[in-house]
T-cell receptor, first 114, second 113 residues
């Protein structure tokens, strides 16, 4: 099955700086790569996703890049703000073969230092 | 709009006891999922359903059973709870297969002593 590795497990950045979280996946058939943000005591919430026919996607301060050859995708957050502090999860899945759900990375705790 | 609602939010069980976690969604979604979240492990899929009356095993199904008698509800059962089942459980739903956005509930924190 799919295996998703996520790094780093903890990331501390100064407010206003950029943050980058990286993930790799193992199943070359995976074609959907969402990123979820989880605030303390809440369920994960989708912040951005990318499909395998796209190399990059941007939404205001958040961007995701995908390298299918290397099986690697990354989340970029620019001009970080205190409200960006949370745990971020990358995930991967594939279409077809039934709705097998998402395979998640282990998460990155992003800390924004004032 | 409630989205995905999980009941209860917290529960403490003794080893060997049984319980059922309820998930309800009001978005008319076909697909529903149960995940467990453990420290340092991310979220792992327990069971899922692709429609009313259907269920299927995920990555970590042992010790759990599920039922989807109504489209809006997905129940997760623990027949004989074990300390290894101490975890935070999340239900999610989506309009299509795993390549569409999943909406998560607030979670149920379960402790088995």
């Amino acid at each position: 099955g799919e295996n998703v590795e996520q790094h780093p497990s903890t990331l501390s950045v100064q407010e206003g700086d950029s943050a980058v979280i990286k993930c790799t996946y193992s199943d070359s058939a995976s074609n959907y790569f969402p990123w979820y943000k989880q605030e303390l005591g809440k369920g994960p919430q989708l912040i951005i996703d990318i499909r395998s026919n796209v190399g990059e996607k941007k939404d205001q301060r958040i961007a995701v890049t995908l390298n299918k050859t290397a099986k690697h995708f990354s989340l970029h957050i620019t001009e970080t703000q205190p409200e960006d502090s949370a745990v971020y999860f990358c995930a991967a899945s594939r279409s077809g073969g039934g709705a097998d759900g998402l395979t998640f990375g282990k998460g990155t705790h992003l800390i924004i230092q004032p | 709009n409630a989205g995905v609602t999980q009941t209860p939010k917290f529960r403490v069980l003794k080893t060997g006891q049984s319980m059922t976690l309820l998930c309800a969604q009001d978005m008319n979604h076909e697909y529903m999922y149960w995940y467990r979240q453990d420290p340092g492990m991310g979220l792992r899929l327990i069971h899922y359903s692709v429609g009313e009356g259907t269920t299927a095993k995920g990555e970590v199904p042992d010790g759990y059973n599920v039922s989807r008698l109504k489209k809006q509800n997905f129940l997760l059962g623990l027949e004989s709870a074990a300390p290894s089942q101490t975890s935070v459980y999340f239900c999610a739903s989506s309009s299509g297969p795993a390549v569409t956005e999943a909406f998560f509930g607030q979670g149920t924190r379960l402790t088995v002593v």
